[in-house]
């Protein structure tokens, strides 16, 4: 009875110990001159996108190390500003004094790409039995001075739920989701004070997954089982539309929004051919497989 | 040898040391003298370098000190305007702290005096490693153990809607504060002269008279540093607040509200807020606002801890 165990654990170790060692070849390796690494930072909601996209350019490049780092749109730009990363992620455009501030610091005008799309949705707990909401009553919920505070103003009772109260959740303002949403349905007034103000598009999921009276908003590439997407008018009364793709693509979804990526001035060697792949079919499979929508070829090979 | 042999006859010889000794020994003594003197320079360095950074703002004409004290109002981001209040972080500090030392204080005085007075030699030394290892826990950590165990227990026991919320931060900001607070105590409690104690035990008072009426009395001063101390990490904490408390910037209506701290609103937005622009030097003004508090508490505690030497 002993051996077997004891065996796998020997065999665990030796495998364990082997991997370590080719790891620290491949470091060793990795540390020559003909290694360069990219540095791509940004966008929360395209973290786990960038992330797909560097294990995938691995197998195509595997000279190129991409390191990708979240914090949210605004803490990508500002490095990108400073000049400190190659690639930004951004689910909003630059500002233009974010492109000001760029040409000061490195002398470079900042380069879009558009490299994705997204629909922002509108999460609720998947017991909630509201199916779909105006963007009006978004306003109202989440703006400052708004007057939606009860899930029964909307004619909503949650099963099972304690309170009527609902709960906000929102993103950290350096989000470009944030500013998104501000934008778009607030109509760039302020958000009202009290959201629970998460640091990643992942967490507003969750928190949303766990509250029974909670809405928030989120990349659609990060919908689960246990939350529900909201279908959104743009007034009352008129038909309400789902996140999907298809809506996505035509721009029926009212906050339906492209993702971007930023280089400094026109990009170059390794960091054009990154980009070019990421806008190649190649990456824009990785784009649809990661919950977000391909940019159709024809718009991306502009 | 040589040199020895030269002195003159009737005169002890003198030891004669290489000169690297004794240039070696005079730079070592400037080297620990230096990095004594350090520690005063470091503190007045970051001091002086958090407060240039945020000196400006308080200057500019848009910007108002009692608006920023006493507004809940705070919008650094906002398009259309932009108002800094950190009235609602100020509160959502005090609260979490004030919740911490108000859990942190019975169990951790209990058991300072414990390990101190009613425990045998083996049991204290097991102890006092335990508790030194749960002060070592990275604050990260219990953050992650604020998000997803105890905040799923107050869920559950409450029914509160949300579980990241005041209370969540209070217990684990109290679990961080125990092991300072407990290890500080009972030095303090160990500082009282055994003389107190044969005193009190000839006189035939039991181990608890002894702790009640002789040396608590005489080690209070020492035990309210500790207190003081465990406020001050408290009050700085950042990680596991950020985790632990749900981020939202209120005053909280209850303990099952979700709060954000100074530290933590810094911790959050700092790295978004372009280099030297008015959100920047506002977010290094409420550094120096948190500055100065722990500042005092530590003040406080260093002032009461002297306190206790003078009566000595």
Redesign the interface.
Known sequence: MRTPWLTKSVAYGLAVGFSLTIAGCGGSKQSGPAQSAIQVKGSDTMVNLAQAWAEEYKKVAPQVDIEVSG??S??GI?AL??GTIDIANASRNMKPEEVE?AKRNTGKEPKEFVVAFDALAVYVHKDNPINEISLEQLAQIFVEGGTVTKWSQLGVTIPG???D?I?RVSR???SGTY?FF??HVLA???FK???????GSKEVVD?VS?????IGYSGMGYATPAVKMVLLSTKPGEPAIAPTVANTLNKTYPLARSLFVYTLGEPEGQVKGYVDWIRSPAGQQIVEKTGYVPVPVTSAAQ | MTEAALTPPGRRPRPVRPLWAIVGERALEVLIRLSGMSAIVFVLAIFFFVFREAAPVLFSDRFSPVQFLTS??????????VRYGIL?LIVGTACISGLAIVIAVPFSLGAAIFIAEFCGPRLREVLKIVIELLAAIPSVVWGFIGLTVTS?II?DLT?A????NVLNGGVILALMCVPIITSIGEDALKAVPDTYREAAFAQGATTWQTVRYVLLPAAKNGLLAAVLLGVGRAVGETMAV?MST?????IPHGLLD?V?TLTANIA??L??A??HSEHYRVLFLTGVLLFLITFAINLAADLIVRGVRRER
């Open positions: 914090g949210g605004g803490v500002a500003e400073k501030q739920a304690s309170d109260e709960v950290q303002s350096s500013e501000r934008e760039k007034k302020d004070l009290g959201s629970r103000d998460m640091n928190l766990n509250t029974k009276t909670a | 809940v109002e705070w919008y650094p981001t906002s398009v259309s305007n609602g799923r869920v029914g809607p949300v579980g990241v950020l749900g981020h939202a910037v209120h979700s954000r959050a937005e790295g978004e372009p280099a």
